[in-house]
T-cell receptor, first 114, second 116 residues
Framework: KQEVTQIPAALSVPEGENLVLNCSFT??????LQWFRQDPGKGLTSLLL?????REQTSGRLNASLDKSSGRSTLYIAASQPGDSATYLC?????????????FGTGTRLTIIP | EAQVTQNPRYLITVTGKKLTVTCSQN?????MSWYRQDPGLGLRQIYY???????DKGDVPEGYKVSRKEKRNFPLILESPSPNQTSLYFC???????????????FGPGTRLTVL
């Protein structure tokens, strides 16, 4: 059974710093991995999606990497801003078509200190 | 505007009173799914559907039913709600496995359900 872990559960950093969020998964047979952000009381917003054949994806100040063989992904946020404060979740989709049980990590709650 | 909508956004009900939470997407997506989010447990998949009339269980299907009669709609039905179904529910959709950004999951705003 796939298990996805995000450590730490919470992180506080001063504004302007670069930071890395971690996601690890136990079964490397994944189709893709997606990073989301969730603001309090709101739904999830997709940030980046990495297919299993890719090593990284970039969008603005965000860069996500994927090392499938070691079961790890990182989300790098450059020059952090108070607006980046949110909970960040990663989710993996299995390889086999027909098995669509997405598995989420429990998230990292990020606070950017002005 | 491309979106996933859910109704109601907030619902307080009593044990045993049947309820339906609606979900609709306007992106012609094939794949739709329901999740519940609970503190310390994260997001867990309840049911998913790969297309019209095709549904399957996720990790926590007990006490829930779904139907997919039309491509755009995927309602979640609680026939006899119980207090342990108090949770935050999300509907999501994606185009399916076409590769690249088209596999992106889009989420609705959530429905906060309280069962007394």
């Amino acid at each position: 059974k796939q298990e996805v872990t995000q450590i730490p559960a919470a992180l506080s950093v001063p504004e302007g710093e670069n930071l890395v969020l971690n996601c690890s998964f136990t079964d490397s047979a994944i189709y893709n991995l997606q990073w989301f952000r969730q603001d309090p009381g709101k739904g999830l917003t997709s940030l980046l999606l990495i297919q299993s054949s890719q090593r990284e994806q970039t969008s603005g100040r965000l860069n996500a990497s994927l090392d499938k063989s070691s079961g790890r992904s990182t989300l790098y946020i450059a020059a952090s801003q108070p607006g980046d404060s949110a909970t960040y979740l990663c989710a993996v989709r299995p390889t086999n078509f027909g098995n669509e049980k997405l598995t989420f990590g429990t998230g990292t709650r990020l606070t950017i200190i002005p | 505007e491309a979106q996933v909508t859910q109704n109601p956004r907030y619902l307080i009900t009593v044990t045993g009173k049947k309820l339906t939470v609606t979900c609709s997407q306007n992106m012609n997506h094939e794949y739709m799914s329901w999740y519940r989010q609970d503190p310390g447990l994260g997001l867990r998949q309840i049911y998913y559907s790969m297309n019209v009339e095709v549904t399957d269980k996720g990790d926590v299907p007990e006490g829930y039913k779904v139907s997919r009669k039309e491509k755009r709609n995927f309602p979640l039905i609680l026939e006899s709600p119980s207090p342990n179904q108090t949770s935050l529910y999300f509907c999501a959709s994606s185009l399916s496995r076409t590769g690249g950004f088209r596999d992106t999951q889009y989420f609705g705003p959530g429905t906060r359900l309280t069962v007394l």
